[in-house]
T-cell receptor
Framework: DVKVTQSSRYLVKRTGEKVFLECVQD?????MFWYRQDPGLGLRLIYF???????EKGDIPEGYSVSREKKERFSLILESASTNQTSMYLC????????????????FGAGSRLTVL | RKEVEQDPGPFNVPEGATVAFNCTYSNSASQSFFWYRQDCRKEPKLLMS???SGNEDGRFTAQLNRASQYISLLIRDSKLSDSATYLC???????????FGTGTSLTVIP
């Protein structure tokens, strides 16, 4: 089975701190994603990556950056955490999608619940 | 307009009931369609893909209507273990961009 591992399940940080959220997948997937999930807003895409050293902005990239130095690892960085970044952060990976292939299924990590005080 | 819209519920149904969830998507270029299940404080997990011809997996039946841009999930003979939030998901572009509904909450009552 595909496994997506997020390094921290729960974090508490202070406003202004730099925060690193790490995600590793073990199935050689090209695509990796970072979402945040908030009540009533659902999952919102922050950044995604199709390949090593490649990144694309999602719907809400402001206040975040990412790093993908190796295929299996995709890191989310909050340069200066703010209280409105308190959320559940979900990492996911998928193989390349092809039209109607059904192969492009997303597999999620267990999530990182971040609280910024 | 949101890319994917779902009725948030909550749906509270007795064990053994049949319940249906609906989802609409706004972009006719959407290509792949899925239902994910998310338990409380857990990550979303794939429940089933949705194919144009409709598909069934045990007590679960998914339907797609491309003309109306509408997806449905039917759960028959509900079990307590079906209690969860059900997320409607579509992709478009190269198939690598996923769009999520906000989810429909289901509670199955003994």
């Amino acid at each position: 089975d595909v496994k997506v591992t997020q390094s921290s399940r729960y974090l508490v940080k202070r406003t202004g701190e730099k925060v690193f959220l790490e995600c590793v997948q073990d199935m050689d997937h090209e695509n990796m994603f970072w979402y945040r999930q908030d009540p009533g807003l659902g999952l919102r895409l922050i950044y995604f990556s199709y390949d090593v050293k490649m990144k694309e902005k999602g719907d809400i990239p402001e206040g975040y950056s990412v790093s993908r130095e190796k295929k299996e690892r995709f890191s989310l960085i909050l340069e200066s955490a703010s209280t409105n970044q308190t959320s559940m952060y979900l990492c996911a990976s998928s193989p390349p999608g092809t039209l109607l292939s059904g192969a492009n299924v997303l597999t999620f990590g267990a999530g990182s619940r971040l609280t910024v005080l | 307009r949101k890319e994917v819209e779902q009725d948030p519920g909550p749906f509270n149904v007795p064990e053994g009931a049949t319940v249906a969830f609906n989802c609409t998507y706004s972009n006719s270029a959407s290509q792949s369609f899925f239902w994910y299940r998310q338990d409380c404080r857990k990550e979303p997990k794939l429940l089933m893909s949705v194919y144009s011809s409709g598909n069934e997996d045990g007590r679960f039946t998914a339907q797609l209507n491309r003309a109306s841009q509408y997806i449905s999930l039917l759960i028959r003979d509900s079990k307590l273990s079906d209690s969860a939030t059900y997320l409607c998901v579509v992709t478009r572009g190269t198939g690598n961009q996923f769009y999520f509904g906000t989810g429909t909450s289901l509670t199955v009552i003994p």
